[in-house]
């Protein structure tokens, strides 16, 4: 396992570190392997019953790297779609078989674990990083958390399953507005829109006691509840994900996703061609 994510399992319980603090876990090609490999690995681990999901330091996920931005700024040339296709860990990798590229991947692997999964969530979730959380079962966020679906901001749109699970939790002019604003909103303002399960100053804490408690129900059963919400909620989802890369791949380097980095980085209102 990367030293990127850690997975540690007691007592029934698998607990899933986002661990790299210094950059409040942002997503680099190795935590886009990591996150999916902790996922699949937990996927037929013995034992599990429940998976806890949080970052480590000040931060649950504060998306994108920065270097990846500017690999975004500089992909005029086709560079971010040829990298796709090398197995190098790029979010745009696929793989036979799946539904998901990577990047989708490490948000829709805790739809596919059988255990139910709980985001402990503090800090920041923006980005990619709001899309880890909505792909867990159960989100516990502080109250205080800087959260956006950001993707607008930088001239794409949410590919990482965030449009199909925002569709699910809140409502459709919600989720319309979060993402067309790209806004950051608080954890207590994401809870009145449906996207938090509870609030907790503590969000590790409560989601490791809920964890014990689920924990504690027959396993069988507990799977099996999974099994039956996610074939309610499942439909559509292949369609869904397909299309999202389809909208992603016409911005990725065009001159106004360009602008939308550039302009960013240096500070300055955005100049955008209609």
């Not at 969000?203 to 996610?230: C, Q, T």
Request: aromatic share 6%; with cysteine; glycine share 10%.
């Amino acid at each position: 396992m990367s030293d990127r994510v850690t997975v540690s399992i007691s007592d029934g319980i698998a607990e899933v570190r986002l661990s790299r603090p210094d950059k409040r876990n942002a997503l680099d090609n190795a935590m886009f392997s990591a996150i999916a490999e902790a996922g699949e690995r937990l996927k037929t681990e013995p034992g599990v019953r429940v998976v806890v999901l949080h970052g480590e330091g000040p931060s649950f996920c504060a998306g994108l790297d920065f270097s990846s931005m500017q690999a975004l700024a500089n992909s005029g040339d086709g560079a971010v779609q040829d990298a796709a296709s090398r197995s190098d860990g790029n979010p745009g990798q696929m793989a036979d078989g799946r539904i998901t590229h990577l990047g989708q991947q490490v948000c829709w692997v805790w739809q596919e674990v059988p255990v139910p999964v709980i985001a402990a969530v503090h800090g920041h979730a923006l980005g990619g990083g709001i899309q880890i959380a909505l792909g867990a079962d159960i989100r516990i966020v502080h109250p205080d958390t800087k959260m956006s679906v950001r993707e607008v901001h930088w001239g794409l749109v949410p590919d990482m399953t965030g449009t199909f699970m925002l569709s699910k939790l809140t409502r459709p002019d919600i989720a319309r507005e979060l993402t067309y604003t790209a806004r950051i909103f608080s954890g207590r303002d994401a809870a009145e829109m449906g996207l938090v399960t509870k609030l907790s100053e503590q969000p590790y804490d409560e989601a490791m006691a809920m964890a014990r408690d689920i924990a504690g129900r027959s396993p069988g059963a507990v799977r099996g509840a999974k099994a039956l919400f996610n074939g309610l909620d499942h439909q559509g989802a292949a369609e869904a994900f397909d299309a999202e890369r389809r909208v992603i791949g016409e911005q990725i380097g065009s001159p106004n996703q360009m602008e939308a980095v550039m302009s960013g980085f240096e500070n300055r209102p955005p100049v955008f061609a209609d």
